[in-house]
């Protein structure tokens, strides 16, 4: 099954670079299907199976990769290739990658080792309880500020004799100061 969903994709790229202006897509499939049976000898009966697989992320990766010219197989200078063993791909964009396998992630995992991670988790814990604490500080300093201005205002309030000029106008300060938070 698979083998033949290959063949076919060879097929309809061939049609599709084939394909004329005013042709829709059934137009190309049919001829997808002509190209595979002129070149195989079969009717292609998998249809079904390749309209599931056309936009799947292996078979758009395959025909992209063909195009790029990575393939594994070797490039005759002399036309040999008929254009339905190549396989293209009619995609407006570029695929997206696929997941790495099992196998690929499983390496992937075990290369980082146990003691960078805790590293790194041990270092974040640090700097937020640093930004925690500078927090708290700050809070506490403005916390202090105020506290000590408003019993600085008390004692200018409570006082009996009468205000200098410079703490009438301190007593003044600190009761805007107060006020305004």
């Known amino acids: 099954m698979n083998d033949l969903v290959y063949k ?62 990575s393939g594994k197989k070797r490039k005759y200078d002399d036309g040999a290739q008929s254009e339905s063993s190549q396989a293209t791909s009619n995609l407006g964009d570029q695929p997206t990658n696929r997941p790495p396998g099992v196998k690929a992630a499983k390496g992937a995992s075990g290369k980082r080792s146990i003691a960078d991670h805790q590293a790194v988790t041990h270092f974040q814990t640090m700097c937020s309880i640093k930004e925690k604490d500078l927090a708290v500080k700050e809070k506490d300093l403005a916390v202090k500020d105020r506290v000590s201005k408003m019993s600085l205002l008390d004692s200018l309030i409570s006082k009996k004799d009468s205000l200098s000029e410079a703490e009438e106008a301190l007593k003044q300060k600190l009761l805007t100061e107060v006020l305004s938070n």
């Not at 299907?33 to 009966?45: A, E, L, Q, T, V």
């Open 8 to 69: 076919f994709c060879g097929a309809y790229a061939a049609a599709t670079r084939q394909k004329t202006s005013g042709q829709n897509e059934a137009d190309t499939v049919k001829l997808a299907h002509k190209i595979f049976y002129n070149d195989h000898k079969i009717k292609f009966n998998l249809h079904h199976a390749w309209e599931e697989l056309m936009n799947d992320q292996k078979w758009c990766e395959i025909a992209s990769s063909k195009i790029d010219g």
